[in-house]
């Protein structure tokens, strides 16, 4: 099993910064990608930004250019770093990790979600 931490979330006001964290332990025999969806009021949960164990990134567009996912060498925690934050970026923000568990078993990991609300 695959537990996830997430952290950072909160109140900021348009314009504002705010990064968020994620944190995976457990059962991991190897991590595929993290990655980070936010889910509105009212909407399907969307994809913000994903980072896979080459490094390689991909953003939603709405966020290209303000948003920005790291990940540490070696360490299983994912960063989301929100810059110039909008009133449409308010959402509950969850972490999700592919991760194989064995050499032949994968699933899909979710955090418990974080809330980021920005205000006008």
């Known amino acids: 099993q695959v537990e996830l931490v997430e952290s950072g979330g909160g109140l900021v006001q348009a314009g504002g910064s705010l990064r968020l964290s994620c944190a995976a332990s457990g059962s991991i025999f190897r991590i595929v990608a993290m990655g980070w969806y936010r889910q509105a009021p009212g909407n399907q949960r969307e994809l913000v930004a994903t980072t896979n164990a080459g490094g390689a990134s991909d953003y939603a567009d709405s966020v290209k250019g303000r948003f920005t996912i790291s990940k540490l060498n070696g360490q299983n925690t994912v960063y989301l770093q929100m810059n110039s934050l909008k009133p449409e970026d308010t959402a509950v923000y969850y972490c999700?990790?592919?991760?194989?568990?064995?050499?032949?078993?994968?699933?899909?990991?979710w955090g418990q979600g974080t809330q980021v609300t920005v205000s006008s």
């Open positions: 999700n990790v592919r991760a194989h568990s064995d050499p032949r078993s994968w699933g899909d990991y």
